[in-house]
């Protein structure tokens, strides 16, 4: 594992002010994205994964939205906390970042290349000439075809894939080292998904980029992460390298998302569903989020939070609690722990 | 972008022929057809009348007649003014109507942009509340109250200078077109101010805005380059039916303010049932409207790409 | 964050799983939960005990205010708002001979004199100055052949200000003048300056009058009044004033706003009905049907609305300073119910592409069950936003025309009518003006707030904030 950290958020905390009250929508949330690696953060939809990212740039509106604890660090520097002309430094430049639905995602009535060459434009004082032959670069890298012929198109002209390709361009206009990827294959067909995909893989490797990739899929995370971050009611559940998550899982929650998953064996056995949904994040449960849910439950569950337990793989489970009985998950945090 | 404007104006014409249409009907068939009725009326207006829309024939020969003439730009002869023809009336007072809408949608159009854009920018602060304030009033206050108030303003502000600042009434020079057009504008204003919050409102939540965010965009371009732009679209829009509610509007503010203008003397032919005078101005205005909205499609297929660019194909 | 420490038997397996945690909030019906977030919602709620009061204003207003609203009343023209209009009791007036100089004292007026006159000394008022008349008296000008009065309303500043003379003396024995010119409770300025038939005199003199109003005997019985002189009577309130026919504006706006509430309120409910038929029609049937009903809808968005409103009237043969309430109906709804249907339109051609519609299609429902059971309950909230945004158009469109002179005439009055009398005495008497105006745009700003409102509350993604 390399060891240098270029982002590091500890115990981040969100909170939405509503009609009914204040939604927690992430609670103490912290991990390390190293360099020239991938951390998955997964988790189904409304778990809080969109909200940790968006909030590190500033991007979830706020008011309603409130930043009530915790730091983000990039190479040592803060994030949180300020103001929206400090954060520029950082948005675009330093951290890129791709959206789920690149249609709704880039302005209808711009250029496909004015859009990317307004970032190059604002941050590194390009000449507007400059920073369209950069743009007719970027594009090719991004293997979209005749460039210079679709820089000068608006976005309904282009296909799904294409436009995504176009917003990961935007992305890494300026050589970030950190690039965000918001579910960026959810929306597109299967082949897609695999081309942009690969193509993430490539950049990676040759700008170095280190990423953040939001997702739903656990294929995609087996296919892309190092690391990965299981999230469950706005906190992290489970997180650790791909191998403990998968192989050696530690939480009943990933348990059950990996039963839940489609896998290559799906004919053999019917596709499992998590019973129950997810508690209601206006008045958190007083004990462990997934308690009522949870085929482990025990006497504790209901009233006490659990801590995160382990090291560097760690899961957020009252089993693995040394008093606790033994059990086969206990097993797996203390393996992966030693190795 | 060419097959797109002739799609419009072939539209355009057949809603013109449907306007002339429904005013003869109205005119012929409803009872009391006020044209074939022996109101005291001069017998050499009445005997041009007779042979104009050749009164003596059958209701269909009538219509031929009066669209044909129409084709040609005939609207006829005044049915109470000897020897003069409407098309006359209409070009000597359409400019006058035409000089104070076109004013007032500029005072509207602007005034409603940028009311908008800053209640958008403001909101939920004092000056979208305030701002806000004045648009309710707008669209619910009267016209002809603005026009009262308007002049009532001009003749307090001369009275206290002592000097005659704006002119209370006429159309001569600037200075008398400013109240009225003002005035006239308001309530559009207001519906345009409106617009344009709701737009600017609806823009800012848009994924795109939070991409130009995420890129690092300073607030005032992202408002210049991305906001802005995108919610003026709806604007324009709804600047064709804008004019006809200024049109429309004008009527009373001409009569208030004694302009010279084509709403005025049109409520002066109603009055004095000029029904000649009253069934050309109303086809001349049911199509410059026609007019005016196909002008706001085009204006509008020029600024949103989507819109040319299909065309053009 | 835990220094909860766990014993070895908080850690007993649970043989049955917790209850699972429920997400339900009270359950409330769609209807129940807009009302709520209605009467939650100032402006709104405001809007509606507001059109409340409106229509109990106009409804029951006059069973109260029981004041003819057609009754002129030429004593008290043109009031300014008031609950009491005091009056003085005069006796009924004598003809008054007037005072008339000696000719042998008077100094006989020289035509070819250079010398200017001397200026009227000791005007006086003879007796009380009141409504009924006004009685001045002057000294002699030596050389004067006849003398003339000016009247203003305010202090003249120069002789040039004067402006025509409200009476000439016949000779220069008279010296006195009865005022019985529309007099007005106010202050007037009297001026009176000598002539020798040539020129006027350089110098003026004027006085200010106070004029008080007054009733004489016989008319104070015949409004049933004390009628001893001298007496202060009260001629009845008038709290919004009267107009320039000394008409209670109370009343008139009371009886007004029954024209303008009913045109206001009948016309949209019957284009928002026709509009509901042609659309839902339109929307349920579709393919070539829909589009040709929906090019009518286009055709008539096209027409200038309110020339072909005053078209229409024309062609019911209604003539100017005539009453037309029933064709101007007719015509609001024949070109008004475009956007009602277009509105159905969209709404049905939606729904019948909904799952539970198609659903219910499969189990056989029958059209008219779809229509009552789906269709018409998911399309009322938008009716009933377009239908209280029609009222303030319809108000509009009114007063508007009745402005013109093309609505409502005498005797019958609407809020435009009386405010089309108003604006000309504006200057003067702004009050006449200031009620129906007020009237017209509280109404409208009421229904405008109520419909925001309920679009609000009816929107059920607002739901979802809560």
């Known amino acids: ?339 | 972008m060419l097959s797109y404007i002739v799609k419009r104006f072939g539209m355009g014409v057949l809603t013109i022929w449907f306007i002339a249409t429904a005013t003869f009907v109205a005119m012929h068939l409803v009872p009391g057809n006020p044209l074939a009725q022996e109101k005291a009326v001069n017998p050499v207006i009445r005997a041009n009348l007779e042979k104009q829309y050749g009164l003596d024939k059958p209701v269909t020969t009538q219509y031929i007649i009066y669209i044909t003439n129409m084709l040609h730009g005939d609207f006829g002869i005044s049915y109470t003014q000897e020897n003069r023809f409407v098309k006359d009336i209409i070009s000597e007072h359409f400019p006058v109507s035409a000089e104070l809408g076109l004013l007032s949608l500029f005072f509207a159009t602007l005034g409603g942009v940028l009311f908008g854009a800053i209640t958008a920018l403001s909101r939920n602060r004092w000056p979208d509340h305030l701002i806000m304030v004045f648009v309710i009033l707008g669209v619910s206050v009267p016209n002809f109250v603005f026009a009262a108030l308007g002049q009532l303003l001009i003749l307090k502000l001369n009275g206290w200078t002592g000097t005659t600042i704006l002119p209370i009434a006429g159309w001569d020079g600037f200075g008398s077109m400013l109240m009225p057009s003002l005035v006239l504008g308001l309530s559009t204003m207001a519906y345009l101010t409106r617009l344009m919050r709701a737009t600017m409102l609806e823009v800012a939540g848009t994924d795109y805005i939070r991409t130009a965010r995420a890129k690092g965009l300073s607030t005032t371009r992202i408002f210049l380059s991305h906001q802005l732009r995108n919610a003026i679209m709806p604007v324009i829009t709804v600047l064709g039916p804008a004019i006809a509610i200024i049109t429309t509007g004008g009527f009373v503010v001409e009569s208030v303010f004694t302009i010279p203008g084509l709403g005025r003397y049109f409520v002066q032919a109603v009055q004095q049932l000029d029904y000649t005078v009253i069934m050309g101005t109303t086809v001349f205005f049911g199509a410059f409207l026609v007019l005016m909205v196909i002008v706001a499609d085009i204006l509008y297929g020029f600024v949103d790409p989507r819109i040319r660019v299909e065309a053009g194909r | 964050m835990t220094s909860f420490t766990p014993k070895p038997e908080d850690f007993a397996l649970l043989a049955q799983r917790p209850s699972l945690h429920h997400l339900q909030r009270p359950s409330m019906s769609y209807w129940q939960d807009a009302w709520r977030r209605l009467r939650r919602d100032p402006k709104a709620s405001v809007s509606l005990y507001l059109i409340i009061a409106l229509f109990m204003i106009t409804l029951f207003g006059p069973l109260l205010w029981r004041v003819e609203p057609a009754r002129e009343d030429l004593d008290v023209i043109s009031y300014p708002p008031g609950l009491r209009i005091p009056a003085l009791i005069v006796t009924d007036p004598v003809q008054w001979p007037g005072v008339h100089a000696d000719p042998a004292a008077l100094v006989p007026a020289d035509p070819n004199s250079t010398q200017s006159l001397a200026a009227t000394t000791t005007i006086r008022v003879e007796g009380e100055a009141t409504t009924q008349y006004v009685r001045l008296t002057w000294q002699p000008v030596a050389g004067a052949a006849t003398y003339l009065v000016y009247r203003n309303d305010h202090t003249p500043e120069a002789a040039g200000d004067l402006g025509l003379p409200l009476f000439q003396t016949l000779s220069a024995e008279e010296l006195s003048f009865e005022d019985r010119l529309q007099l007005k409770p106010q202050d007037y300025w009297y001026t009176v300056i000598a002539s020798d038939g040539v020129e006027e005199a350089s110098v003026v003199t004027t006085m200010k009058v106070p004029v008080q109003r007054a009733l004489t005997v016989s008319q104070a019985r015949e409004r049933g009044l004390d009628a001893t002189p001298g007496q202060i009577v009260s001629l009845g309130a008038h709290p919004f004033g009267t107009d320039t026919l000394g008409r209670d504006i109370l009343a008139r706006v009371m009886q007004g706003g029954r024209v303008s509430l009913f045109i206001g309120i009948v016309a949209p409910l019957l284009f928002v009905f026709m509009g509901t038929v042609y659309g839902g029609i339109s929307g349920y049937f579709g393919g070539t049907i829909d589009a040709v009903m929906m090019r009518v809808t286009d055709f008539l968005v096209a027409l200038p609305f309110l020339l072909f409103m005053i078209l229409f009237r024309i062609a019911f043969g209604i003539g100017p300073g005539e009453s037309g309430i029933v064709p101007m109906m007719i015509a609001l709804v024949l070109l008004s119910w475009e956007n009602t249907a277009r509105l159905v339109r969209g709404q049905v051609l939606q729904l019948r592409e909904e799952a539970y519609v198609q659903a219910a299609l499969l189990l056989g429902a029958k059209p008219l069950y779809l229509i009552f059971r789906h269709m018409i309950p998911n399309t009322i909230g938008p009716l009933l936003v377009n239908l209280t945004f029609s009222i303030p158009m319809a108000i509009f469109t009114e007063a508007f025309l009745s402005f013109i002179g093309m609505g409502v005439a005498p005797p019958t009055s609407s809020w435009g009518s009386m405010s089309n009398d108003g604006i000309k005495t504006m200057v003067n008497t702004p009050h006449e003006l200031l009620f129906p105006a007020l009237f017209i745009s509280v109404t409208v700003l009421a229904f405008n707030l109520l419909g925001d409102g309920l679009r609000d509350a009816l929107d059920s993604r607002m739901r979802s904030r809560e």
């Open chain 1, 1 to 339: 594992m390399s060891s240098e950290v270029v982002l590091a958020v500890d115990n981040l905390a969100v909170e939405f002010a509503t009609w009914g009250g204040s939604v927690q929508a992430v609670r103490d949330v912290s991990f390390k994205l190293h360099k020239g690696t991938t951390l998955a953060i997964v988790g189904e939809s409304g778990c809080g994964k969109s909200v940790t990212v968006q909030s590190l740039l500033g991007l979830i509106p706020m008011p309603p939205g409130r930043i009530t604890a915790g730091s983000a660090r990039l190479r040592g520097e803060e994030l949180l906390g300020l103001g929206a002309k400090a954060l520029n430094r950082y948005r675009g430049k330093r951290i890129g970042m791709i959206f789920q639905d690149a249609m709704s995602a880039l302005n209808p009535t711009m250029t496909i290349g004015d859009q990317i060459a307004e970032t190059l434009i604002v941050h590194t004082g390009m000449s507007a000439a400059a920073a369209r032959q950069e743009v007719i670069t970027l594009l090719g890298q991004v293997q979209i075809p005749e460039p210079e012929r679709r820089m000068r198109q608006y976005p309904f002209e282009f296909s799904g894939g294409m436009l995504q390709r176009a917003m990961i361009a935007l992305s890494i206009a300026c050589q970030p080292e950190v690039l965000i990827a918001d579910e960026p294959t959810t929306a597109l067909d299967v082949t897609i998904q695999a081309q942009i995909l690969q193509l993430l893989e490539s950049l990676q490797k040759s700008h170095g980029l280190s990423i953040i990739l939001i997702t739903h899929d656990l294929g995609v995370v087996a296919r892309m992460a190092q690391e990965v971050a299981v999230m469950y009611a706005g906190q992290i559940v489970e997180q650790g390298s791909v191998d403990d998550i998968f192989y050696r899982s530690a939480h009943p929650y990933t348990l059950g998302l990996k039963a839940a998953m489609p896998g290559k064996a799906a004919h053999k056995a019917q596709l499992q569903v998590i019973p129950g949904s997810p508690p209601d994040l206006f008045a958190p449960p007083a004990g462990c989020g997934f308690h009522a849910r949870c085929p482990h439950v025990m006497q504790l569950c209901e009233s006490n939070a659990p801590p995160l337990f382990g090291t560097t793989h760690q899961a957020r489970c009252w089993l693995h609690h040394a008093a606790a009985p033994v059990h086969p998950l206990r097993q797996q945090l203390i393996a992966s722990s030693g190795s």
